[in-house]
Each structure stands twice: as C-alpha cells, then as structure tokens.
C-alpha cells in the first residue's frame, strides 16, 4: 500500500499492479475517494466490487470534535451517513492543528478500523476544503472508483483472463444521440484509463484530420451533455 499521499485530493485503483487470487482482482494501492454511506452498509474488511481498500478518502461536514490528551474525535457526515474519525496524537510532540470549523466540509484521509463492533476513521491527514469544486470532483471520483472497480470484476473473457483496458470489446461505449464525429472523439476520451484524464493536445493529436478543426467545439458538446468531464485541469478529460 502506498502511504506517500502524493496526492491527497483523491487516488484510484491502480491499473498497473499484477493481479493475484483465483478472481483475478488486481489490489488498490492509493487513496480510494468513498462515501461514508460505503462504509457503513459494508460488512467484513471494506470491499468495492470485491476489491479490498482500507486507505480512503471522505468529504464531508464537521458536526463536532472532542479533544483530550491522546486524541482528537471528529464526527464527520456527509449526505449517505455520519462516521467517527480519530486522530491520536504523539506523547511530547507538537504538531500544527489545522484551523477546522464546526459546520464547515473538511476531508479526511484515513484508514479504516473497526472498535467494538463500529467502524471508524484513523486520520492520517485532515484538512479544509479550499473551495467548492473538491467536493464535486470527489463525487465524480467515487463514481469513477466504484466503476471502475465493477469493470476489473466482471471485465475477464472467457477464459478468464483479466481484463485488458486495451481491448476496444471491453469499452462500454454509449455514444446514442451522438454524431459519427462526436462519437470518435468520446471513445478517444473514453479509451485513456490515467487518473488524470486526457490532455486536450493528446485528443487532438488522435483525431482523424477531416474532423480536427472541429474538435473544441466536439469536446464543448460533450462536457453540456454530461459525457465527459474536467479533472485537474480544464483541458484534462475523462469520460464520465
């Protein structure tokens, strides 16, 4: 498992890793974007579509905090449910608290623990939210995460071989409603499996040369509709 947290704004299922067991799941190495709701209804070790994830990531509004000499407890909730995250805190060091308000989203990056029977967050960062818009890309990251771990369980042939991002008859394209033109450059969005998305100069550099002037406006039509999305840039693209 990778503790770095180089980015912890949100992680997703690492595509890259060999996968073992007779299911053929590959294993999450980074920060898993959840909902609290997640947590809850699960039972066991925290699973998505059969794929273990203990470090997560949750957004959600701070309802109340306790401090004592050991620890700090946040009771954190977001639209699915409300969970308890502790953070204990080291004998005869000072760290920088960071500056939390009551009622305000902050997000939590933990592991999961379970005391007595109840599920709760180990806190490994805290922080505010700087603006809005994280806690919008961190739906569309749970969705994707939650997708995407639906296709690497059910994504084998029929040998039961895992599952090759690679394989334009794994791609679930839905492109009804769409113009020939319009359905080339979504599958070309659709087809990069990176957690960053497609750079807009990349799309364009995989477009057919009688529809390239059209491309902006092509990628215009598809962020209205709701078929693809901005990530960390807004020439960044993943389908949605």
């Not at 994707?144 to 039961?160: H, I, M, P």
Request: charged share 25%; net charge negative.
């Amino acid at each position: 498992m990778d503790t770095s947290m180089d980015n912890s704004k949100g992680g997703f299922l690492n595509d890259t890793l060999s996968v073992s067991g007779e299911k053929n799941l590959k294993r999450v190495q980074n920060v898993i974007p959840v909902m609290i709701g997640q947590i809850l209804r699960s039972s066991g070790d925290f699973e998505i579509w059969g794929v273990p994830a203990r470090m997560i990531t949750i957004l959600g509004i701070l309802r109340n905090v306790n401090e004592s000499t050991t620890k700090i407890t946040y009771e954190i909730e977001d639209e699915t449910g409300a969970i308890t995250a502790v953070r204990w805190l080291e004998a005869n060091k000072v760290m920088p608290e960071p500056s939390l308000e009551i009622n305000s989203y902050v997000r939590v990056v933990g592991l999961l623990r379970e005391q007595n029977g109840t599920k709760q967050i180990f806190v490994l960062r805290i922080s505010p939210l700087e603006e809005l818009n994280e806690l919008t890309n961190h739906l569309l990251e749970v969705t994707y995460v939650t997708l995407k771990a639906e296709q690497l369980f059910k994504g084998k042939d029929s040998n039961n071989a895992p599952f090759n991002d690679d394989d334009d008859s794994k791609i679930a394209n839905d492109c009804s409603g769409m113009s020939p033109e319009q359905a080339a450059i979504f599958n070309i969005i659709q087809a990069d499996t990176s957690d960053s998305g497609i750079e807009r100069s990349v799309v364009r550099a995989r477009t057919p040369s009688h529809i390239l002037r059209d491309v902006d406006n092509i990628i215009h039509f598809l962020i209205s509709e709701g078929h693809i999305y901005t990530t960390c840039t807004d020439d960044h693209f993943k389908a949605t």
